[in-house]
């Protein structure tokens, strides 16, 4: 069975393994979904500058690659698990927009649960 660009994937597990900068950068500009996908993850698991992360996963919350699109909301999820920080007024309402989306309602769900859980925002729990 071939893959086509709109479906999304079943989720697989790996190691996730730190990228510099330059090297994420570079998978961000290479078009190739599954090298965005590993560069959103370890940056949103290991780059220390939480904002920068956040701008990424906002970009690419509207990617034409479905897997990117639910990693970019997944890690957000990851940002308020490492980092206990999230520009809510900028997340909230892109979540909240994606919220009944049938690819990708389960993971702004559990995002919402996240943000919920370790920022402590109980303003997630109406959003549910």
Not at 2 to 14: L, N
Not at 40 to 62: E, P
């Amino acid at each position: 069975m071939s893959r086509k660009q709109d479906e999304i994937t079943k989720p697989t597990y790996h190691r996730v393994l730190p990228i510099d900068r330059a090297e994420v950068e570079a998978a961000f500009a290479s078009g190739d979904s599954r090298r965005i996908c590993d560069a959103l993850v370890s940056a949103a698991f290991y780059d220390s500058d939480w904002l920068w992360v956040q701008d990424k996963c906002l970009h690419f919350v509207d990617s034409s690659f479905p897997d990117a699109r639910r990693l970019s909301i997944v890690c957000f999820g990851h940002l308020a698990r490492i980092h206990g920080k999230l520009e809510m007024n900028k997340v909230l309402p892109v979540l909240e927009k994606l919220r009944d989306d049938a690819e990708l309602g389960e993971d702004v769900a559990e995002t919402f649960e996240d943000i919920e859980f370790f920022i402590n925002d109980k303003k997630c729990r109406a959003r549910k």
